[in-house]
Nanobody, 125 residues
Framework: QVQLVESGGGLVQAGDSLRLSCAAS????????MGWFRQAPGKEREFVAH????????YYADSVRGRFTISKDNAKSTLTLQMNSLKPEDTAAYYC??????????????????WGQGTQVTVSS
């Protein structure tokens, strides 16, 4: 069983960049496909990005494609979300998630078994 801890959130201005990290422990990280989700006040938790176990395949929500990059360092057991050109609508609590099993979908929160505690990202206009 893997434990996940996010870090790197903060307050930035529109157009700025921010890098979120998710440190994993207690499992073999290379066996886990990973994802980033976010949730803003009053809104449902939404998919942001996904990366395969090997790191060779990635998927992004339309709202972040071209601005965000998900990466996975299996040697360091670390998941990263590089966020560029941030917009006020990116403001949310960001969560990393993992799964060791094969699932038919990558953009549904209930397909992930392990979750971090979240880190807040606030983008001012």
């Amino acid at each position: 069983q893997v434990q996940l801890v996010e870090s790197g959130g903060g307050l930035v201005q529109a157009g700025d960049s921010l890098r979120l990290s998710c440190a994993a422990s207690g499992g073999t990280f290379s066996r886990y496909a990973m994802g980033w989700f976010r949730q803003a006040p009053g809104k449902e938790r939404e998919f942001v990005a996904h990366i395969s176990r090997s790191g060779r395949t990635t998927y992004y929500a339309d709202s972040v494609r071209g601005r965000f990059t998900i990466s996975k360092d299996n040697a360091k057991s670390t998941l990263t979300l590089q966020m560029n050109s941030l917009k006020p609508e990116d403001t949310a609590a960001y969560y990393c998630a993992g799964r060791s099993s094969v699932a038919p979908k990558y953009d549904q929160a209930d397909e992930y078994a392990y979750w971090g505690q979240g880190t807040q990202v606030t983008v001012s206009s």
